[in-house]
């Protein structure tokens, strides 16, 4: 699933030592590889390759500009929530026509900033956000030459993806998209404007599920929606199948894109509906890990900790998710080399442990309760899987600099986002 393994008891990130990282840039750091975002990409289009599919990466899951540059040339395309990710997009050269657009409180400034770039869908969320799509639409119609922008209805076809209630989306009691009872009248009232082409439907799920069920139950449930809208007259030319598949935060956990093709490429098969997929932790998790050094070790009554230089602010999903890292030192002897990444992994010797920060919070941990061999100062920690959700969710909480990025291609890396600086803190408050 991914390009970090060991050899002769050393951590490498496709063909570097992550100590020679650790060595030039510091920690903590994140470290990604740039072989396995493409390697998974390319898995996605191949399982989808019988059908006419746009994959739409998910820039929220990890957004670095460079990462996003070589996607796109790639082919990939993007699924964008902000503004800011727009920009991100387009400054890293991606086709504007392959951005879809989802989230439910788009400003007019971020509106018309797509509109003028000429995106491909705006997944919309609500009857009022289409009302106002329609009427800027309509004031930017010169600027944006007479085009007529696309947009996906997006449908909550209430099924339960069964991962955190937190990255839970497609159900009817959240706030995300209009329930399938009343799509019809949507389109019904409002796909004769002349201002925006509503010709597709989007559905989302949610992030991180671990069985093909829920696309295939969802994607059954729209399907007669999508033939009584056609048979009204309306044009339905795609499906916009959003939510992220889950990623193997432990071993051989989750289905692979195959897998879900197998369920999902059947019931669109002739159905003259072109897919579109948002994947991003799929893609980016196990291309990334967080790399961390071993500041103090202490007891606390029975609890043993580990104490190390990344905190909430550098990795926040154990604390806000409750979310499970495979952790392990990036040095071991031989009978500590890891063969699986899951919670039972517990070498002879090894005792229990929290991984916990430096940050003022009791919030503030990595993994409890987790099985590691004897840890000293100075010694390098590896958190998989935290390519997705990582830094992109960091912040500058306690006053800390945010890590830097580091990009692996083969036998070399480079640093893609530097480390914050004291000064980079209070730059903006002069």
């Not at 899951?61 to 964008?80: H, K, P, V, W």
């Not at 889950?246 to 195959?258: F, L, M, N």
């Not at 941990?365 to 061999?373: C, G, H, M």
Request: proline fraction near 4%.
């Amino acid at each position: 699933m991914d390009h970090f393994d060991y050899r002769n008891g050393k951590l490498f990130a496709e063909d570097v030592d992550v100590e020679r990282i650790a060595e030039e840039v510091g920690t903590p750091a994140y470290i990604y590889s740039k072989t396995t975002f493409i390697e998974h990409l390319q898995k996605i289009r191949k399982a989808y390759s019988e059908i006419d599919t746009t994959i739409c990466y998910s820039v929220k899951a990890c957004g670095n500009i460079n990462i996003l540059r070589f996607l796109a040339e790639q082919g990939s395309g993007f699924d964008i929530v902000s503004g800011g990710e727009l920009y991100r997009v387009l400054r890293a050269d991606g086709d504007p026509a392959k951005i879809v657009y989802a989230g439910v409180g788009k400003t007019d400034k971020e509106i018309i900033e797509a509109l003028d770039a000429g995106i491909g869908y705006f997944n919309i969320e609500s009857e009022a956000e289409l009302e106002n799509l329609i009427r800027l639409s309509e004031q930017q119609h010169k600027a944006i030459q007479g085009r007529r922008p696309k947009a996906a209805l997006r449908v909550n076809p209430d099924i339960d993806y069964k991962t955190h209630a937190f990255t839970t989306t497609g159900v009817k009691e959240t706030k995300f998209g209009v329930d399938i009872e009343r799509a019809e009248k949507v389109f019904a009232d409002y796909a004769d404007n002349v201002a925006v082409d509503i010709c597709a439907i989007h559905i989302h799920l949610g992030s991180g599920g671990k069985t093909i069920d829920p696309y295939v139950n969802a994607a059954k449930r729209i399907m007669p929606l999508i033939d009584r809208l056609r048979s009204k007259g309306h044009t339905i030319e795609a499906l916009d199948l959003g939510g992220g598949y889950g990623a193997d935060y432990e071993s051989a956990t989750v289905p692979s894109a195959a897998d879900y093709a197998a369920g999902i490429v059947p019931l669109l098969k002739n159905k003259n509906l072109k897919l579109i997929l948002e994947p991003g932790k799929s893609i980016s998790a196990n291309a990334g890990i967080l790399l961390t050094r071993v500041l103090y070790t202490k007891r606390g009554g029975a609890k043993e900790f580990v104490i190390v230089d990344a905190g909430m602010n550098d990795l926040i999903r154990p604390s806000l998710y409750d979310a499970f890292h495979f952790i392990w030192p990036t040095r071991v002897e031989d009978g500590f080399i890891p063969t699986q990444r899951n919670k039972d992994l517990q070498p002879d010797g090894a005792r229990a442990v929290d991984i916990v920060g430096p940050i003022c919070e009791g919030a503030d941990f990595l993994a409890k309760d987790r099985f590691l061999p004897g840890m000293q100062r100075g010694d390098l920690l590896g958190v998989f899987t935290a390519g997705a959700y990582g830094f992109t969710m960091s912040s500058n909480y306690n006053a800390r600099c945010r890590a830097p990025e580091v990009l692996v291609d083969g036998h070399t890396f480079s640093v893609i986002r530097k480390r914050e600086t004291y000064e980079d803190l209070t730059a903006l408050e002069s």
